[in-house]
């Protein structure tokens, strides 16, 4: 039947439906190559839906699993080093008791220490104290922390917290515990996971007074008071850095079976049930799974590094940079230290994994810009050439007059590898110690392995054998010119 065309454009629609089919007849029959405009086959550009054997369905499986195992690792970066600290103290001690880490060498496997003030850490697990611990902070210079076992805030003790140096008495609860009626806390907080790491460190350079202040601290189960216990970590073997391969998994595994996680962790504790990581279950992971745990391990290792030490190459840590022009950068910056969750709703794993790769613990007073009150850090990891730093090397950092701190300042070696203090006898220069200050009232900290053959060697870091290296600078009861920025730290600069 013909058809009857009323208009033109009645007949020009026709031709374009005919014309496709005349080239197919044209071209001997078949249907035409699809584009990627129509949706069709070639759309894909190749890419098969199926394999050709099962495998490859496996090494797909395969590498979906280590994808999802790698992020669980950065996000568990926090949490290991909180568990490891628990255990340093439980070399010497129980829970609750007070574990001091005074001298340098006492402070030597602690990620990012400072070599200059003393540390008293004491560990609570709330599934013992039917969830729940209560604090007394002594009065006096001390500026503390609680953080719970992924190394989210909870409170500040001391000078930094609502005490302001007063002294009290903390009630902290655990996610799930109800508060009790008629108990005698000035102050209560909540934790929302079963791990507290309670801490302080003593601001007085007074050995006497600071001993005081370490037996005047108490943590107990509520309405069990007891002395608490204070005792000198000495010599005893520990680290808080993350341990490497399956260790490192088989610490995540034991931690996460006394923890209580939230939503927002949901999608970690899935990627790692995948391989056999799970709260009620053995850790047992077969074969494949050990391999892929293990290579997940490394690639995350190294993932995490590129997150601290190359925070300024990254689009969504740049603003972390303090100074423009320098590579010193901010290393503690998320945005909410309580929850590890942003404005937006959004867990700042990046910014987090940032952080707990190289440092363990965050409080308010390191944090907020609050003046005369806590402690700054900025972290430098390239020269100011903008290579890394190696111990093959000497350095020179030149801090200009009137540093803006109202107790002192300090800049403090890491060994990359393993982010604690550098293994050598001289770790850090501070404004504390007997140094050399020029005439112009500028400190020159030198940085070598042949301290000797520095201009001035007691201004000098012993840096020998460490390999990559990086640095704290640090500046306590830091003042409004830190905030301002009107005083300007330069970046560290090779000499030799």
């Keep these: 039947?013909?058809?009857?065309?009323?208009?033109?454009?009645?007949?020009?629609?026709?031709?374009?439906?005919?014309?496709?089919?005349?080239?197919?007849?044209?071209?001997?029959?078949?249907?035409?190559?699809?584009?990627?405009?129509d949706g069709g086959r070639e759309s894909f550009n190749g890419y098969l839906a199926y394999p050709r054997d099962m495998n490859e369905m496996q090494a797909r499986i395969d590498e979906r699993d280590l994808h999802g195992a790698t992020q669980a690792y950065l996000w568990s970066m926090a949490m290991v080093p909180m568990f490891l600290w628990e255990e340093a103290n439980l070399e010497v001690g129980d829970h609750l008791d007070l574990v001091t880490y005074v001298t340098p060498e006492e402070k030597g496997d602690i990620l990012t220490a400072n070599a200059t003030t003393p540390y008293a850490v004491a560990a609570a697990d709330l599934t013992m104290t039917d969830g729940m611990v209560e604090i007394v902070v002594p009065p006096g210079p001390v500026g503390g922390l609680v953080n719970d076992g992924q190394m989210r805030h909870v409170v500040d003790l001391g000078l930094a917290g609502p005490d302001r140096g007063a002294g009290g008495r903390y009630l902290i609860l655990g996610p799930e515990a109800e508060e009790p009626e008629n108990?005698?806390?000035?102050?209560?907080?909540?934790?929302?996971?079963?791990?507290?790491?309670?801490?302080?460190?003593?601001?007085?350079?007074?050995?006497?007074?600071?001993?005081?202040?370490?037996?005047?601290?108490?943590?107990?189960?509520?309405?069990?008071?007891?002395?608490?216990?204070?005792?000198?970590?000495?010599?005893?073997?520990?680290?808080?850095?993350?341990?490497?391969?399956?260790?490192?998994?088989?610490?995540?595994?034991e931690h996460m079976q006394r923890e209580y996680f939230g939503p927002e962790d949901a999608m970690a504790l899935q990627f790692l049930k995948r391989l056999g990581i799970e709260?009620?279950?053995?850790?047992?992971?077969?074969?494949?799974?050990?391999?892929?745990?293990?290579?997940?391990?490394?690639?995350?290792?190294?993932?995490?590094?590129?997150?601290?030490?190359?925070?300024?190459?990254?689009?969504?840590?740049?603003?972390?940079?303090?100074?423009?022009?320098?590579?010193?950068?901010?290393?503690?910056?998320v945005t909410s230290i309580y929850s590890h969750i942003d404005d937006n709703g959004v867990m700042e794993l990046d910014l987090r994994t940032s952080w707990g790769h190289e440092a363990i613990t965050m409080t308010e007073g390191m944090s907020a810009p609050i003046v005369g009150v806590g402690s700054k850090y900025l972290a430098a990891y390239r020269d100011s050439d903008g290579n890394y730093m190696n111990s093959a090397n000497s350095y020179e950092l030149i801090v200009p007059p009137n540093p803006p701190a109202e107790q002192f300042w300090s800049l403090t070696a890491y060994n990359a590898t393993t982010r604690a203090m550098v293994y050598t006898d001289r770790k850090d220069v501070s404004s504390r110690h007997d140094i050399h200050v020029n005439e112009n009232g500028s400190v020159s900290v030198y940085i070598s392995s042949d301290p000797a053959s520095m201009p001035h060697p007691q201004n000098t870091i012993n840096v020998e054998g460490q390999g990559d290296i990086f640095f704290y600078f640090r500046v306590y009861a830091p003042t409004q010119d830190y905030f301002k920025k009107t005083w300007t730290l330069p970046d560290i600069r090779r000499i030799r």
């Design 183 to 253: 108990h005698s806390a000035d102050y209560v907080y909540r934790s929302k996971s079963n791990l507290l790491i309670a801490g302080f460190r003593v601001l007085a350079g007074d050995a006497e007074e600071r001993d005081a202040l370490f037996q005047a601290y108490e943590m107990n189960a509520v309405g069990q008071p007891s002395p608490t216990r204070v005792i000198s970590i000495g010599d005893a073997s520990y680290r808080t850095y993350n341990r490497r391969g399956m260790e490192y998994w088989a610490d995540l595994h």
């Design 1 to 37: 039947m013909r058809p009857n065309f009323r208009t033109n454009r009645e007949l020009l629609a026709w031709i374009a439906v005919l014309l496709p089919m005349v080239a197919i007849v044209a071209c001997g029959g078949g249907a035409p190559e699809s584009t990627a405009q």
């Design 279 to 333: 709260q009620g279950k053995p850790f047992a992971p077969d074969e494949r799974q050990r391999r892929i745990l293990l290579k997940a391990e490394e690639i995350g290792f190294y993932q995490s590094v590129a997150l601290a030490a190359a925070r300024e190459m990254d689009e969504g840590l740049k603003h972390t940079t303090f100074y423009e022009g320098t590579n010193w950068t901010v290393p503690l910056a």
